[in-house]
């Protein structure tokens, strides 16, 4: 892999904060590198543009795959930039890991959307996480905070590990659904539900009119069943058609008075102090592993083990202590 | 919490092998625990027994919620014990996080294999992770592999870092699809394709029967797109009804070819060899961690740490490497 040239951090600082794209996304490149030299830099950059950062609203939205995320995004993003606010979109890149293509062919996604000045779309590496949320996510997020963005979209596909991820980073989650096709076909489990802020039936166009508004009936009596929220917000249940456009400016207004009521039950900065919380917890767990990692005896010692276990003559949790403990060893208090 | 009575190592290992049930169930409870001095007495025990293992074929079986999984699992279960091979299930609780149950209702599942005392049925802690796969199901299944099971499956929900994790300990890997259901809100995604060995078109009954078959000449005819495995296995394409019990049979037929074409050129044991490294990377990241949350100065000042960063005035990746560093210097080589 070829190394890139890097700028001094200030000139991400600097670029950042100055709204400039290219440096944005440069930045975003930086701290999504796994080099430790990259990492410092990140690191050095993060800190410097945080007391910037804070000034969005965090909109997490998931969905199955086919539900029309990539449609609903297109013209809720036109909906919130026709109001002014200037909108990031971390996308999903819809080729996978080998980066061969969908089996369905690549779809052509946001296309309005990503010829707006007004809107900066990143899609998120294809490798590391089926999901879509990298491991920099958060970074990538604060950052186009910095630059001044308004509002910050967060998709995410699929049920599972993603959307804990993201609901750990967002202000808003929001769940598209389609009416008639089976709850459970489409992996919402109680979990995710528990997780999101509103359910939204999209598609509820056309003939499938009638059964978007027997789903958000069943949906929103379903939803009564729950046990209130902390923030004693009641998930909201919308049908809207990303394609038509109908309901998206509902779903708009739903967001800002969910935002003005958790500011002032105070949820909303307590939610986003534990956010950081967790965020400090999660990257204790990177520097552990990269120290461990990058230490000279456990990189001249690792490759044995690892030809150990293959042979199957030890085995692996034992050979892990012993790693741990001959890491601990080196350390010598600076 | 209680704090449960264990055993000693001893009778651990020695329930485990002479494949008592009672003993298996509460070894895999102690693997699970996250208590210190659990984790040593589960690691004596894993040492102990892990020559013991190996013997037994791994197979995942995933597939979105409403697939029929369950029904699959309860059918194809008994054809494999009918066949006089002992089979233990690592199976997903339906009930979530909270424990309140699904918004389904729960579901009776496994109704007879669960009454059949060739087959072992041990439901994941619904606890940390949504897809049913806990950090410790890789030691489960070595457990139950120990205590004589020939086979051993895996189940897990969603498409997602549950399957990456279950791809990462089993021997095949099954993924279970509807008919005209579209691929997309199945959630088939090409990354889970490429990581399936046998796609299986469930529910190919009725009047289902020719839209499955149908679907499987089109998900056959998809396949040959794809890169050929570095194991040179074509991922087989085939119906089956859970509820009738047809196409089960060649499913497990599909499975023994499988295994004894990987033994022959090798892959069956370079893959488990690889599996083990990733293990030992695995426990090396979770023993860094729990060190590091034990340790006893990390332990004073995280509270305070974590106070900072609610209150916003310092960054969490700032304090992180504090803290961090703090570690490091209060590591004494012993």
Redesign the interface.
């Known amino acids: 892999m070829k190394k890139r040239n890097r700028y001094s951090a200030q000139v991400y600082i600097d670029g950042v904060l100055a709204a400039d794209r290219v440096i944005l996304s440069q930045a975003i490149t930086l701290v999504e590198s796994a080099l430790p030299s990259d990492q410092m830099l990140a690191?050095e950059v993060?800190?410097a543009i945080?007391p910037r950062t804070?000034d969005s609203i965090r909109i997490g939205i998931t969905g199955?795959?086919?539900?029309g995320k990539s449609t609903f995004i297109e013209r809720f993003g036109q909906l919130v930039i026709e109001e002014g606010l200037k909108l990031a979109v971390l996308a999903i890149d819809p080729s996978?890991?080998?980066g061969?293509?969908?089996?369905?062919g690549d779809k052509t996604r946001m296309e309005v959307l990503s010829m707006d000045k007004r809107a900066y779309i990143r899609p998120s590496p294809s490798g590391s996480?089926?999901?879509g949320v990298s491991a920099r996510t958060r970074e990538a997020m604060l950052l186009c905070e910095a630059a001044g963005f308004d509002v910050i979209f967060i998709e995410t596909?699929?049920?599972?590990?993603?959307?804990?991820a993201v609901k750990g980073m967002v202000d808003f989650f929001l769940l598209l659904m389609?009416a008639g096709?089976?709850?459970?076909?489409?992996?919402?489990?109680?979990?995710?539900?528990?997780m999101c802020d509103a359910l939204i039936i999209n598609k509820a166009d056309g003939e499938n009119k009638d059964a978007a508004k027997r789903a958000k009936r069943e949906y929103a009596n379903?939803l009564h069943?729950f046990?209130s929220k902390e923030n004693s917000w009641l998930p909201q249940v919308m049908t809207c058609s990303g394609l038509e456009g109908d309901g998206l400016e509902s779903i708009w207004e739903m967001i800002q008075s969910y935002k003005n009521k958790m500011i002032a039950n105070g949820y909303f900065e307590a939610n986003r102090?534990?956010q950081?919380?967790n965020?400090?917890?999660d990257?204790?767990?990177?520097?552990?592993?990269s120290?461990?990692y990058q230490n000279e005896v456990i990189d001249k010692n690792i490759k044995t083990?690892?030809a150990e276990?293959?042979?199957?003559n030890v085995?692996?949790?034992?050979?892990?202590?012993e790693?741990?403990q001959v890491?601990?060893?080196q350390?010598q208090?600076?």
Chains 1, 2 share one sequence.
């Open positions: 690191e993060m800190s945080l804070g199955v795959p086919g539900v996978s890991q080998s061969k293509g969908s089996i369905l996480t089926l999901g596909v699929g049920v599972g590990q993603s959307e804990i389609l096709a089976g709850d459970e076909l489409q992996g919402i489990k109680k979990g995710i539900i528990e379903a069943l046990p102090a534990d950081r919380v965020w400090m917890h990257h204790i767990g990177y520097l552990l592993e120290s461990f083990a690892m276990i293959k042979s199957g085995s692996a949790i034992k050979k892990a202590r790693l741990v890491f601990m060893n350390i208090p600076n």
